[in-house]
C-alpha cells in the first residue's frame, strides 16, 4: 500500500502550500461542471458533485498519475442520456429515481470492465494513438470546454428559456470575467508564491460581494447542500434483460472514461515531462467507478479542464487531488451557502484559460508543414469531439483512418528487383512488407507466362504479414505449376514460416524445395 500512499512519486520535493491551495481552486473549479453534467444527464446535481468527491478521491490516492484530476464529466454524462431515452422507451411510466438506479448499476459494471483493461495491461495500447489523433483530440476538448461556458451569458426568461444576457447583465458579466482572466493571465508574471486561479476567484467573489453587482452564482444553477454520499446497492430487477440493457452502455461508458484518462495522462505526462502508469491508472478508474455506483455518484473520468488547473498551479503529487476532493465535500456538508454565492463569472474566466491552455496552438502552426492526411485526421478528430461530445470514437475514428493511411502508403512501398542467375533460375528480391493491402501489386510484379522454369523468391527484406499475404504466396505458386513451372521460397523467417505452417490446414501453400534451395531453413 506504501506505494499508493506516497506523495513523492517522482522523487521531488512536495509544495504542500502550493498543493492545499491548488487542491482548493480545483474544488470550486469541479462545482459547477460536475453540476451541469448531471443535470445534462437529467440527474440530481447531487451525483455528480458526489462522484466528483468520491472518483477524484480514490483516483488521487491510487491512480497512476499524481496531479490529474478526475471527477464527472461530460462525455460519462452524454452516454446517460442515451441510457435514460432507452429506459423510457422500454418501460414507460419510470420515474427519476428508478432510472437513477440503473444509471449507477451502469457506473458499477463500466468500473469492473476498467478493472480488467487494468488488470489485463490493456492501457498500453494508448501508445497507438498518433499524434495527429492527439491534436484533434486536445483541441476538440478545448474547444468544447469554451463553448460550455457559453451558457453562463444566459438566462432563463418568463417563458423558462434560455436567452443571451443584454445590456449591463451582460457588461457585468463580461467585466468580471476578462478581470478574472486578466489575474490568471498577469499575477504568475509577479509572483508563484499563490495559485493566479485562486486569487482570481477570491477577487471576483470580493467585489461583486462587497459592492453588491447583480450577477449569476453557483447557486444559480442548483443548489449544493448534502450530506455524506449514501451507501447502497442499486435497487434493479437482476435479469438477463436488466444486464443485456446496461450492458451495451457499460462498455461505452468504461471506453469512454478510459480514452479521455489516458490521453489526459499522456498529456500531463508532456507537460510535466515525467511518466505515470496507464494500467495503473485503468485500474484505479475502475475501483472509482465501483465505489461511486455504490455511493449514489454517476461515475466519471479524468477532467482534462480541472487538471490543467492543477498543473499549471503547480501541483505534481497526490496530496492536490485528494484536498480537492475532501473540501468538495466540505463544500457539500458545511460550506454550501458560501460556495452556492461564487460569482459565476469567475469560474468562466477561470475555464475559458483553460480552454486557451489546453489548445495546442503548435498544431496551428504547423499546418503547412504536416502531411495532409494528418491535417485531415486532426480535423475529423475535432469535429467529431465538438459535435458528437464523444471522445472515444472521435480518437477510434482518428486511429481508422491513420491506419487505413499507412496501409496504403506501406503498400505501395512493396516492390521486386528481378534477375536470372547463372543457372538461369529468375530471382524476385521482394521489398516492402506484403500484407492485406499489397497483395494485389505483390502479384502483379510477376511474369509468370516468360519466366524460366525454375523460380526464387526472395523475402530477405520482406516480410509474410497475414492471411492475406500466405493466399497471395499461394496464389503465384500455384500460377506457377499449372505452367509446370517449380517455385522456391528463400529467407522466410521463423515468424513466417510458422504462419505458413499455421495455415497448411487452411490453404495449399505450394513451396517446392530442391537440393539446391533449402528454402524453409535458410537463414
Not at 443548489?223 to 446496461?246: D, H, V, Y
Not at 502508469?277 to 475501483?287: M, Y
Not at 512488407?433 to 499489397?438: A, R
Request: with cysteine.
Amino acid at each position: 500500500m506504501k506505494k499508493y500512499l506516497n506523495l513523492f512519486d517522482f522523487k521531488q520535493n512536495v509544495n504542500y502550500v502550493t498543493e492545499v491551495l491548488s487542491g482548493l481552486t480545483v474544488a470550486l473549479a469541479l462545482v459547477p461542471e460536475a453540476v451541469a453534467f448531471a443535470l445534462l444527464a437529467g440527474l440530481s446535481p447531487l451525483t455528480g458533485l458526489y462522484a466528483a468527491f468520491s472518483i477524484g478521491l480514490i483516483t488521487s490516492i491510487l491512480g497512476g498519475r499524481p496531479g490529474m484530476i478526475s471527477g464527472a464529466t461530460g462525455a460519462i454524462a452524454i452516454v446517460f442520456i442515451g441510457l435514460i431515452a432507452e429506459l423510457k422507451l422500454m418501460m414507460p411510466g419510470i420515474d427519476i429515481n428508478e432510472i437513477t438506479q440503473y444509471i449507477l448499476a451502469t457506473v458499477i459494471l463500466a468500473g469492473v470492465i476498467q478493472m480488467i483493461a487494468g488488470f489485463f495491461k490493456l492501457g498500453k495500447f494508448i501508445r497507438l494513438v498518433p499524434q495527429s489523433v492527439m491534436y484533434g483530440f486536445v483541441n476538440g476538448l478545448a474547444i468544447v470546454i469554451f463553448m460550455a461556458q457559453m451558457s453562463s451569458f444566459k438566462v432563463k426568461n418568463v417563458a423558462g428559456e434560455l436567452e443571451w444576457m443584454t445590456g449591463t447583465p451582460m457588461a457585468i458579466m463580461l467585466g468580471l470575467v476578462v478581470l478574472t482572466m486578466l489575474i490568471i493571465w498577469g499575477l504568475p508574471k509577479l509572483t508563484n508564491k499563490f495559485p493566479s486561479s485562486l486569487a482570481a476567484i477570491l477577487v471576483v467573489f470580493a467585489i461583486v460581494k462587497f459592492s453588491g453587482l447583480d450577477t449569476t452564482s453557483v447557486g444559480d444553477i442548483a443548489p449544493i447542500a448534502g450530506g455524506f454520499p449514501p451507501f447502497g446497492i442499486p435497487r434493479i430487477s437482476l435479469t438477463w434483460e436488466s444486464l443485456l440493457l446496461i450492458a451495451p452502455y457499460a462498455l461505452i461508458v468504461a471506453a469512454v472514461g478510459l480514452v479521455e484518462s489516458l490521453l489526459t495522462l499522456n498529456l500531463i505526462d508532456e507537460i510535466t515531462e515525467t511518466r505515470g502508469s496507464g494500467n495503473k491508472e485503468a485500474v484505479a478508474q475502475g475501483i472509482a467507478n465501483v465505489v461511486t455506483g455504490m455511493f449514489s455518484g454517476m461515475g466519471g473520468c479524468a477532467m482534462i479542464g480541472q487538471s490543467l488547473i492543477n498543473i499549471n498551479n503547480g501541483a505534481r503529487a497526490r496530496l492536490s487531488g485528494i484536498v480537492a476532493s475532501v473540501m468538495l465535500l466540505v463544500f457539500i456538508m458545511f460550506g454550501s451557502n458560501l460556495i452556492e454565492q461564487v460569482p459565476m463569472a469567475a469560474l468562466t474566466g477561470l475555464m475559458i484559460m483553460v480552454a486557451i491552455g489546453t489548445f495546442e496552438w503548435v498544431s496551428v502552426r504547423a499546418l503547412n508543414k504536416m502531411p495532409k492526411h494528418d491535417i485531415f485526421v486532426m480535423i475529423v478528430v475535432i469535429l467529431v469531439t465538438v459535435f458528437m461530445h464523444n471522445l472515444a470514437l472521435a480518437v477510434l475514428v482518428g486511429v481508422v483512418i491513420s491506419a487505413l493511411v499507412f496501409a496504403w502508403e506501406s503498400a505501395k512501398r512493396i516492390r521486386a528487383r528481378k534477375f536470372i542467375d547463372e543457372k538461369g533460375a529468375k530471382h524476385y528480391e521482394i521489398f516492402g512488407p506484403l500484407f492485406f493491402g499489397s497483395t494485389t501489386v505483390f502479384g502483379q510484379k510477376f511474369d509468370i507466362a516468360d519466366d524460366p522454369d525454375e523460380i526464387i523468391i526472395d523475402f530477405k527484406e520482406s516480410k509474410i504479414a497475414d492471411m492475406s499475404a500466405i493466399d497471395a504466396v499461394n496464389k503465384i505458386t500455384e500460377r506457377y505449376l499449372k505452367v509446370g513451372k517449380t517455385v522456391h521460397l528463400r529467407h522466410l523467417s521463423a515468424d513466417c514460416r510458422e504462419l505458413l505452417a499455421n495455415a497448411d490446414e487452411l490453404i495449399d501453400v505450394n513451396i517446392m524445395e530442391d537440393p539446391t534451395y533449402k528454402v524453409a531453413v535458410n537463414k
